[in-house]
């Protein structure tokens, strides 16, 4: 591989880890962690050949994912790292190399709940504040919502003074997943760990908690009082082993497999970790995991069931999918009866028929998919699921693309596709109206109430009161979500409208390109928005032709006319240089490698928040060192390429301290 393709693979996986973890975070996971492990072991494997390759804002390095602003950030007193995972295949050797660091240490071993990680934290006694994990520097302060949805956290801590830190998980019951799905049929839940996310981000945590949509909160790290406390202080505590050496960590993670099915919670694996907290402490941490712990993954959880036919559905940019029709199967916590085949080529290479008994995973426990036929004799009359040449909605030729022969509607009139799009603008990405529901949008849909987003916005508390099943309160709540959802602005407006080929990263680099308005955008040239980095021809001549349709003119001016917002916020803005003293940053092009490290707190500084300090001072960053570099930051554990190269193109090499100082002199730090 050249050169030039291993840094456009770098800078591939580099954005598509980041933008999957942002989802993953935000409740809404769009791969299994088996393939999101996939995709960050062979950027890891790309780095450790090609350390020059570094991208600035490498998601190797970071944790999580940055507080979307609309809440308080609460910065956290220590990091809240991830760990570093072992592989449900690398089980064994993952195990025996942690351990064999370790000789006759006794390892702390408990199962890794899936869910959302909170610090909660006590001053005197009395509960401050409950933050989510974030970018693991910073997170987001969800102590009123957890108030009313997190039923078992102790609000106090009698007798303990000054300040107290309980960390742990907060997860939706299997049981409680259930009874809500069942109360709920027309807004039914995803799953535990989506729901548990999102019940966090509700605006009015007094709903959920009235309709019974409420969490359980399970603690496995103190500091300020003993771990061994946490239970006789009304804590929750999962089940934790305390032994020594690899076989008896291995025999631990095997009953914790075993016993997964029996839980009332999801879990995806195991953690293993120095139960010594002094010889914890002591091993540190790397850049973004600590040294004294691992994660060790479980193989997905796997059932048989029969597989009836392949549906094929219509997404809102035009994909035509295949998604299996399964006899109901209970895996992984949840009754399966579809599940994913991504695409034809897919379908093919797993070798499944129609008829056929097929295993059935939940990887991740999160989204399940078709892995194979189960072994053994298949059932007569098995046959192959036949692959449409027309669009199922409306009936367009379908054209095939890529080498997964991804198969594509180009009619964008198409009824399925315009259902799709009205779901995908009401969505958290979009216009978050957390009160509509998808069989609500397809039912308003069906009866022609809601053809393009702009009809959101006449919807009255009366017309929906003709409807069965929705009473004065439901419409009212439903109503205001919607007048709420008008402050959206530009750029979630640009994810809503759901361009194909355009989605949430070309919103943001419109907004970052200076874009003030939806209608500057459309009223660009193809050329123009090429122009923008990493927009590219085909994303471009797809908005162009979106932006080119009539009705789609007369949809802005409808949605202004009610009153959405269609202007950039300022959250979207590129960053304005600091116009206060000139300093060597201001109009350098900077390269940063290494841990950055801030010189007052000694806290890990994540690189993109540094980066955004520099470009604040008035510098523009860059992935790789060239001649056109005018410096080469370094932090702490620097590797040799970029130095070297730096050292040869007789770029300036600059310690972090150096650059706080000019930080400081420019007045951003």
Known sequence: MSTDSEQSRVDALAAELKRLRERYCAGEPEVDDATYDAREDELRALLAARPDLTPVDNPLEQVGAAPRGGRRAIRHARPMLSLAKISPEAREAGVREFAAR????????????????LSVVFEDGALSC????????????????????????PRALPGVPGRAEVRGEAVMLGSVFAAYNAAHPDKPLANPRNACAGTLLQKDPEAPA???????????????????????RGFVVPEVAVVTGADAVLEVIAGIEAARAENDFDIDGAVVRLDDERAYAATGNRASTPRGAVAVKLAAEERETILRGVAWEVGPGGKVVPRAVLDPVFVGGTT??????????????????VGMRVLVRRAGDVIPFVGGPAPG????????????????????????????????????????????????????????????????????HADGRLASPADFYALTVDDLLAYDGMGEVSSKRFVDSIERSKALGMRRALIGFGVRHAREGVAKRLALAGYERVEDVAAASAEELAAVKDIGDVVAASLVEYFGRPDVTAMLEQLRGHGVSLDVRDEDRPIAAAEASDTPLKGATVVVTGAIVHPDTAERVTRPAFVRLLERA???????????????ITGDDVGAGKTAKAEKLEVPVVDQAAAWGWLREAGVA
Do not use: Y
């Open 130 to 153: 409950v933050a989510t994990r974030g970018d693991g520097t910073t997170g987001e302060d969800v102590t009123f919502p957890t108030g009313h949805v997190v039923t078992n956290l």
């Open 377 to 444: 004799p298949q059932p007569d009359g098995v046959r192959d699921a036949v692959i449409p040449t027309h669009c199922p909605s409306c009936g367009t030729a379908l054209e095939e693309r890529g080498n997964s022969r991804e198969l594509l509607c180009g009619n964008l009139d198409c009824p399925a596709q315009t259902l799709r799009r009205l779901q995908w603008w009401a969505g958290r990405a979009a216009a978050d109206m957390e009160a509509v529901g998808g069989t609500w949008i397809a039912r308003l």
């Open 102 to 117: 370790f000789p006759g240490q006794p390892l702390r071993v408990t199962p890794k709940l899936d869910g959302v990680s």
């Open 618 to 632: 008035g510098a523009t960053s860059a992935t790789s060192v060239s001649a056109a570099t005018s410096f080469l």
């Open 336 to 353: 399966v009866s579809s599940a994913t085949l991504a695409n034809q080529e897919v379908l093919r290479a797993r070798g499944v028929k």
């Open 210 to 232: 009235a309709a019974g949509r409420v969490l359980r909160f399970f603690a496995f790290d103190a500091e300020g009082l003993a771990v061994a406390e946490l239970r006789e």
